[in-house]
Nanobody
Framework: QVQLVETGGGSVQVGGSLKVSCVAS????????IGWFRQAPGKEREFVAT????????TYADSVKGRFTVSRDDARNTASLQMNSLKPEDTAVYSC??????????????????WGQGTQVTVSS
């Protein structure tokens, strides 16, 4: 079992930056792939980014590529999502997720077993 807790959400103006983090407890965090998803009001949850546990391979949604960076610190059981050049359409509840790392990188909700509760990110113009 892995428990995930997100921190670092908040409000920022267009063009600003924000970092959200995900602290894990439970089983060995270092062997899990980490995924980030977001859900805007009235919309379905969508994939944002993922990071493979051992070789650090990443995949990003086209909408955030070049602006967002996913990272992890296994010594601190923490994963982070650095968000730069934020836009109003980035406003959403951001959630981290974890899965045992194998095969292809997970880019859908069904790929992940463990989820955090989410943290609100609001970008205002």
């Amino acid at each position: 079992q892995v428990q995930l807790v997100e921190t670092g959400g908040g409000s920022v103006q267009v063009g600003g930056s924000l970092k959200v983090s995900c602290v894990a407890s439970g089983r060995t965090f270092s062997t899990y792939d980490i995924g980030w998803f977001r859900q805007a009001p009235g919309k379905e949850r969508e994939f944002v980014a993922t990071l493979r546990w051992n070789i650090g391979t990443t995949t990003y949604a086209d909408s955030v590529k070049g602006r967002f960076t996913v990272s992890r610190d296994d010594a601190r059981n923490t994963a982070s999502l650095q968000m730069n050049s934020l836009k109003p359409e980035d406003t959403a509840v951001y959630s981290c997720a974890a899965r045992v790392g194998y095969g292809r990188l997970g880019v859908t909700e069904l790929d992940y077993r463990y989820w955090g509760q989410g943290t609100q990110v609001t970008v205002s113009s």
